[in-house]
């Protein structure tokens, strides 16, 4: 493989927060409003597609004049903070005696009082309000101000990093609340507009059209978070986060998150999450204070033409087991590495992340009929979800190790291996059921590296075949026959299946 699925975009490439216009620095942590249990939230729905096929309006008037009141301006305010300094900053800290004259402490630093601009919209006539995570977090105090003029201070009921939504409380009754279309009846090319607070101007409206949908581009994933944007070129930039994307017949069918750009404004790619999520995620904060996912317990992965290929499958379609936590739902219900899901309750699986929104869609204990390829027959699974376990960051990888064993010959040309011993496994959080050998340099010009391999990887199979120690992985390279390899790997905190290809010719991502 000569290019490997990387978690950033290309390096002249930069994705951008559509959200917070800062005014100076960035914020700290927040606190969420107390954890209680509330009425569900009143919501305004038009499941209704919009009507398509009719001439060009020579104008959106009547729309904006009906959507912009739900519409409104968030500010923010940070007070000073008391941080440690970092290391870094002080000349000369890594002297002895300068550490001894600071009591070997670091020196405190008072941050200066920060403040920020985004969007929202109204929700219910209560009061609620959708906007952006990144739009309050941290803030100690949070702003509203509406379309006729009058502000409120907020409370933060609640916020969701993994799909970068948060809903927050103004005392006020009678406002007008946005109607929530059925995002899911959305069509590539429907005319959308975007209305928001952009560059903290005042509120402005864009028009352009759906460009895609799904869009899943790595923006969470430190959060491990769920993507499943809507792609737009109607024109969005910072203090746009939090806004409404709406139809031409005025109804919510996303709030504007984020934009791929160069420079930082405008280019013609901006992300919104879709109003059905949307929808789902405000329904659970403004209940319980947080949202309650449902659960498998399958590390999966979008099937590549090469795996395809390995596994022997027709084609590209469905989530690919790659491995599943002991005592979960999936091991309960009998899945097994190598099955392909193809479908959930009779919907379609198109790839990994697909399935992975899905199932998170779902509560806990919700009976679950997923439509499997295992060894080229198609068999049914019944599984029922649990609560999604709190999220577990991967490990920053070894940067080397004590002694290495080279893989001159074999597959594996230009990688180096070693023993996993405790340390290892802690560093690179690998769970105490795996065992194998772990990747300590890769040659940049190997058909490894292309495939993506990476020092820090532990390789788990090779051609389906166990790996328990560093010289199981030497003696099965050299064994393996063919061009093309199929490996098994715990890397970054998620087990993989990548196909290593020393004819040079296969260029999926892994």
Same mark, same amino acid.
């Given at each position: 493989?000569?290019?490997?699925?990387?978690?950033?975009?290309?390096?002249?490439?930069?994705?951008?927060?559509?959200?917070?216009?800062?005014?100076?620095?960035?914020?700290?942590?927040?606190?969420?409003?107390?954890?209680?249990?509330?009425?569900?939230?009143?919501?305004?729905?038009?499941?209704?597609?919009?009507?398509?096929?009719?001439?060009?309006?020579?104008?959106?008037?009547?729309?904006?004049?009906?959507?912009?009141?739900?519409?409104?301006?968030?500010?923010?305010?940070?007070?000073?903070?008391?941080?440690?300094?970092?290391?870094?900053?002080?000349?000369?800290?890594?002297?002895?005696?300068?550490?001894?004259?600071?009591?070997?402490?670091?020196?405190?630093?008072?941050?200066?009082?920060?403040?920020?601009?985004?969007?929202?919209?109204?929700?219910?006539?209560?009061?609620?309000?959708?906007?952006?995570?990144?739009?309050?977090?941290?803030?100690?105090?949070?702003?509203?101000?509406?379309?006729?003029?009058?502000?409120?201070?907020?409370?933060?009921?609640?916020?969701?990093?993994?799909?970068?939504?948060?809903?927050?409380?103004?005392?006020?009754?009678?406002?007008?609340?946005?109607?929530?279309?059925?995002?899911?009846?959305?069509?590539?090319?429907?005319?959308?507009?975007?209305?928001?607070?952009?560059?903290?101007?005042?509120?402005?409206?864009?028009?352009?059209?759906?460009?895609?949908?799904?869009?899943?581009?790595?923006?969470?994933?430190?959060?491990?978070?769920?993507?499943?944007?809507?792609?737009?070129?109607?024109?969005?930039?910072?203090?746009?986060?939090?806004?409404?994307?709406?139809?031409?017949?005025?109804?919510?069918?996303?709030?504007?998150?984020?934009?791929?750009?160069?420079?930082?404004?405008?280019?013609?790619?901006?992300?919104?999450?879709?109003?059905?999520?949307?929808?789902?995620?405000?329904?659970?904060?403004?209940?319980?204070?947080?949202?309650?996912?449902?659960?498998?317990?399958?590390?999966?992965?979008?099937?590549?033409?090469?795996?395809?290929?390995?596994?022997?499958?027709?084609?590209? *379609? #469905?989530?690919?087991?790659?491995?599943?936590? %002991? !005592? &979960?739902?999936? +091991?309960? @219900?009998?899945?097994?590495? =190598? $099955? /392909?899901?193809?479908?959930?309750?009779?919907?379609?699986?198109?790839?990994?992340?697909?399935?992975?929104?899905?199932?998170?869609?779902?509560?806990?204990?919700?009976?679950?009929?997923?439509?499997?390829?295992?060894?080229?027959?198609?068999?049914?699974?019944?599984?029922?979800?649990?609560?999604?376990?709190?999220?577990?960051?991967?490990?920053?990888?070894?940067?080397?190790?004590?002694?290495?064993?080279?893989?001159?010959?074999?597959?594996?040309?230009?990688?180096?291996?070693?023993?996993?011993?405790?340390?290892?496994?802690?560093?690179?959080?690998?769970?105490?059921?795996? *065992? #194998?050998?772990?990747?300590?340099?890769?040659? %940049? !010009? &190997?058909?490894? +590296?292309? @495939?993506?391999?990476?020092? =820090? $990887? /532990?390789?788990?199979?090779?051609?389906?075949?166990?790996?328990?120690?560093?010289?199981?992985?030497?003696?099965?390279?050299?064994?393996?026959?063919?061009?093309?390899?199929?490996?098994?790997?715990?890397?970054?905190?998620?087990?993989?299946?990548?196909?290593?290809?020393?004819?040079?010719?296969?260029?999926?991502?892994?």
């Amino acid at each position: 493989m000569k290019n490997q699925l990387t978690r950033h975009l290309s390096r002249h490439r930069t994705l951008w927060a559509a959200g917070v216009f800062a005014f100076a620095g960035v914020f700290a942590g927040v606190h969420a409003a107390q954890q209680t249990s509330r009425p569900a939230i009143a919501l305004k729905r038009d499941a209704q597609p919009v009507q398509r096929g009719q001439l060009e309006r020579a104008s959106f008037s009547d729309v904006v004049k009906r959507v912009s009141p739900s519409v409104v301006k968030i500010t923010t305010e940070t007070k000073a903070k008391r941080v440690a300094a970092n290391a870094a900053d002080i000349p000369g800290f890594d002297n002895p005696i300068l550490r001894q004259f600071y009591g070997n402490r670091l020196p405190e630093m008072r941050t200066p009082p920060q403040s920020g601009l985004g969007s929202g919209v109204i929700v219910s006539a209560d009061g609620y309000v959708v906007t952006n995570n990144h739009v309050v977090d941290g803030a100690d105090l949070v702003t509203v101000s509406l379309n006729d003029g009058r502000e409120f201070t907020a409370k933060v009921i609640g916020r969701d990093p993994q799909t970068d939504l948060a809903v927050v409380k103004i005392d006020a009754q009678g406002l007008p609340a946005i109607t929530l279309a059925d995002s899911a009846k959305t069509e590539i090319g429907d005319r959308v507009l975007a209305i928001g607070n952009p560059f903290g101007i005042g509120e402005t409206v864009t028009s352009g059209i759906v460009s895609a949908k799904g869009r899943n581009v790595g923006i969470l994933a430190d959060v491990e978070g769920f993507e499943d944007f809507i792609q737009t070129d109607a024109a969005i930039n910072p203090g746009n986060s939090g806004g409404a994307l709406v139809d031409i017949d005025g109804r919510l069918i996303g709030i504007n998150t984020a934009i791929l750009s160069r420079t930082g404004g405008s280019q013609g790619v901006g992300l919104a999450v879709p109003a059905n999520l949307v929808s789902q995620v405000a329904d659970s904060l403004v209940k319980t204070g947080k949202v309650v996912r449902g659960y498998l317990g399958v590390n999966i992965q979008t099937i590549t033409p090469a795996l395809a290929e390995s596994f022997n499958l027709k084609n590209n *379609k #469905g989530a690919l087991v790659a491995d599943i936590v %002991p !005592d &979960s739902p999936a +091991a309960k @219900a009998g899945l097994k590495e =190598g $099955d /392909v899901v193809t479908a959930l309750n009779g919907a379609p699986v198109t790839d990994a992340n697909n399935l992975k929104n899905q199932v998170s869609s779902f509560s806990p204990g919700t009976k679950l009929n997923l439509e499997i390829l295992r060894d080229g027959k198609t068999e049914t699974v019944a599984a029922t979800t649990s609560e999604r376990p709190g999220s577990k960051r991967a490990g920053k990888g070894l940067e080397s190790l004590s002694k290495n064993d080279s893989n001159d010959e074999g597959v594996l040309n230009g990688v180096a291996v070693d023993e996993l011993d405790r340390n290892g496994r802690r560093e690179l959080n690998v769970p105490a059921r795996l *065992k #194998g050998a772990v990747i300590t340099q890769v040659a %940049p !010009d &190997s058909a490894s +590296a292309r @495939a993506g391999l990476r020092a =820090g $990887d /532990v390789i788990l199979e090779i051609n389906r075949q166990p790996v328990a120690s560093a010289k199981d992985a030497i003696e099965l390279s050299a064994k393996a026959e063919g061009k093309k390899t199929l490996l098994k790997l715990w890397s970054k905190g998620n087990t993989i299946f990548v196909v290593v290809d020393e004819t040079g010719s296969e260029k999926s991502p892994s």
